[in-house]
Nanobody, 121 residues
Framework: VQLQASGGGLVQAGGSLRLSCAAS????????MGWFRQAPGKEREFVAA????????YYADSVKGRFAISRDNAKNTVYLQMNSLKPEDTAVYYC???????????????WGQGTLVTVSS
């Protein structure tokens, strides 16, 4: 599976962005998908995940209620809708694919190249 993330950019605090992650390969629908982010000087951290089957979602506490992950298996694409953005959301955002999903990086075998989100105060 190859992943291509897009949609990052500069936005003011309180604004919104939607990230997209396009996947290649015929087995996209059988993978759980996740979003992670890495701020400068910090570890890469979990943001959100969605299961491959019934679309169950899971969020980090820091984004719960503001971000929403969704997927369109017909388009081989996963989305991250980000609302009420804060300066602390500034990071490079990565999409990832794994058999089981979850919040740990080692649960994901495939990673996209990342897209930068900058939130100004």
């Amino acid at each position: 599976v190859q992943l291509q993330a897009s949609g990052g950019g500069l936005v003011q605090a309180g604004g919104s962005l939607r990230l997209s992650c396009a996947a290649s390969g015929r087995t996209f629908s059988s993978y759980a998908m996740g979003w992670f982010r890495q701020a400068p000087g910090k570890e890469r951290e979990f943001v959100a995940a969605i299961s491959w089957s019934i679309g169950s979602t899971y969020y980090a506490d820091s984004v719960k209620g503001r971000f929403a992950i969704s997927r369109d298996n017909a388009k081989n694409t996963v989305y991250l809708q980000m609302n009420s953005l804060k300066p602390e959301d500034t990071a490079v955002y990565y999409c990832a694919a794994g058999r089981y999903g979850g919040s740990a990086r080692n649960e994901y075998a495939y990673w996209g190249q990342g897209t930068l989100v900058t939130v100004s105060s």
